[in-house]
């Protein structure tokens, strides 16, 4: 990764609500909550991470339910990977614990975006690259450190 990154958000997507951890360089939480599928909440806790430096926005799918956060790290600006779901449970093995929670979800995402880079993929504009991530074809390793173009989110940061 050729960006260096403060804080490394992981969202863990749901039909709902989703729940993000944000972690700095070191590993320190600063933030882990529930997160309203809400663009002006999303843009809100994205811009409260982001004023402690460059931000990694992180989810664990960019299509359908993910992509409203998708959208928003854009427009706001935020560099965005998503970690592939077989890579997700192989990750998720090494850490203590077996429940399967949204909060354990997101912070596993975050961390491994801050330890483990090679493991994301990045989410480049346009639907067909979304469309790509969402099919088993899509099995490249690339860094998510360019900056991606603002994408279509209703109300620019």
Not at 8 to 22: I, L, Q
Request: hydrophobic residues 40%.
């Amino acid at each position: 990764m050729t960006q260096p990154y403060a804080v490394f958000c992981g969202v863990d997507v749901g039909k709902g609500e989703h729940h993000a951890v944000g972690l700095t360089a070191a590993g320190k939480r600063v933030h882990d909550k529930a997160l309203p599928n809400d663009e002006s909440k999303l843009r809100a806790v994205f811009d409260r991470l982001a004023a402690h430096g460059p931000l990694l926005i992180v989810v664990d799918q960019p299509n359908t339910i993910g992509a409203l956060p998708v959208a928003v790290a854009r427009a706001c600006g935020h560099d965005v990977a998503y970690l592939p779901g077989s890579g997700m449970r192989r990750i998720a093995d090494l850490y203590p614990g077996q429940a399967k929670t949204d909060a354990r979800d997101a912070f596993i995402i975050a961390d491994a975006a801050r330890t483990m880079s090679h493991a994301l993929r990045r989410v480049d504009t346009g639907d067909d690259t979304l469309t790509e991530l969402g099919s088993s074809s899509a099995t490249t390793t690339t860094s998510p450190a360019k900056r991606p173009a603002p994408s279509t989110a209703s109300v620019a940061c």
